[in-house]
């Protein structure tokens, strides 16, 4: 890497975007933070992000927005911290599926499951079954310590957020290999770090 952008990240301590800040941790990555109050969004973000979402990430001039987006294009702005199999990798390929695995799928399974809501015919649904996607994660994890088996990539970063905040709310059972996956990220020394200053700023937004 020559050079880094200026970044900027549009964060809420109680969304999605926590994700985010725990992979600017692992990647050691300087970014200045914007707090969004859900109630009152600023202009910039909107300006950036018609959507008004959160995570929204400024890089220079460019805005990179969508979770799964923003961790792919953080990972690969730091290649010395090894968390994003460059091209020519093995794990490129299984890396991606786990990331687009994610957002594709099992994330809309926990919707539906959460507003009850049936998935209509497998050949409709972008998922198939809820049942399926939570084995398949169930086994995924199984062959641990990570989701790519030994090594830690930004991957595990997206999922283990996720999951952490997914079996707090019941929606994915806390089976023995899922636990274990969630107890090994969340004592990670980057973790640790980006929650304690979430709740910091979630005391300001309260």
Not at 85 to 103: E, H, I, K, S
Request: hydrophobic share 45%; proline share 8%; net charge neutral.
């Amino acid at each position: 890497m020559t050079s880094c952008p200026q970044l900027k990240l549009f964060h809420n301590p109680q969304s999605r975007s926590s994700c985010i800040r725990i992979l600017l941790e692992e990647l050691e990555l300087p970014c200045a933070i914007e707090l969004v109050d859900f109630k009152n969004k600023p202009e910039a973000l909107l300006a950036a992000n018609p959507l008004g979402k959160v995570p929204t990430l400024l890089a220079d001039d460019a805005v990179v927005s969508e979770q799964i987006a923003i961790v792919q294009f953080l990972a690969e702005l730091a290649p010395g911290k090894n968390l994003s199999p460059a091209l020519g990798d093995p794990l490129r390929g299984p890396y991606l599926r786990a990331l687009a695995l994610y957002g594709s799928s099992f994330e809309p399974a926990m919707i539906d499951k959460a507003q009850k809501r049936d998935s209509g015919s497998p050949g409709m649904s972008p998922y198939g079954s809820v049942e399926a996607v939570e084995a398949l994660v169930r086994t995924q994890l199984s062959k641990g310590p990570w989701w790519l088996g030994e090594r830690f990539t930004a991957a595990d970063v997206l999922w283990g957020s996720a999951l952490s905040w997914i079996t707090q709310f019941g929606l994915l059972a806390k089976t023995p290999e899922v636990a274990a996956y969630i107890e090994r990220f969340q004592q990670r020394p980057a973790v640790v770090k980006a929650r304690a200053k979430d709740a910091a700023d979630a005391a300001t937004l309260a």
